[in-house]
């Protein structure tokens, strides 16, 4: 397109306009720890929109500071939905807040922490409760056995222990 059919008003908003995260269906269980760690990343963001904001004349900083107003409405609105979930210490099944220990079809074992959609990050073994792993495992208990349905082929895994600590 012709810079001439460009209006100069347009070229200073490019960029600022963001689309919104989308915010989960599901009911926000967060354990205490999801709850501080949305808790900082509010604090965080807020720190960043403050410097940011200073910065009027510097377009990219603009550009950024739309992307930390759009994180912040996010974060601000998973805790206001948040429903704080401490675990039940003397339950013997699978439950919200559990860390479960699995031994797979080849003997290996693995360990999952169920947790809230925002705190899960399965590279360090926290599963969301509304994933395939934690559906299958929750009200289960040890030395049971589990179908995991997973798109590469279904697995199972027998519950070897449960903790709540």
């Not at 397109?1 to 100069?8: D, I, L, N």
Request: zero cysteines; proline letters at 2%.
């Amino acid at each position: 397109m012709s810079r001439g059919f460009v209006k100069e008003d347009d070229l200073e908003h490019a960029g600022t306009d963001v689309p919104e995260r989308s915010i989960s269906t599901h009911t926000n269980y967060v354990t205490v720890k999801g709850y501080a760690l949305l808790e900082k990343q509010a604090n965080a963001l807020e720190l960043q929109r403050k410097a940011l904001s200073a910065k009027k004349d510097d377009q990219q900083a603009q550009q950024q500071l739309a992307i930390v107003n759009r994180d912040l409405r996010y974060v601000a609105a998973r805790l206001e939905s948040a429903l704080l979930t401490k675990p039940d210490l003397t339950a013997s099944q699978v439950l919200f807040g559990a860390t479960v220990t699995v031994e797979d079809e080849e003997g290996d074992s693995h360990t999952y922490e169920i947790v809230g959609e925002d705190e899960a990050d399965i590279k360090i073994g926290k599963v969301s409760w509304t994933s395939p792993l934690a559906k299958a495992l929750i009200g289960h208990k040890v030395d049971e056995n589990v179908v995991w349905v997973r798109p590469a082929g279904n697995q199972t895994l027998t519950i070897t222990n449960i903790d709540y600590s």
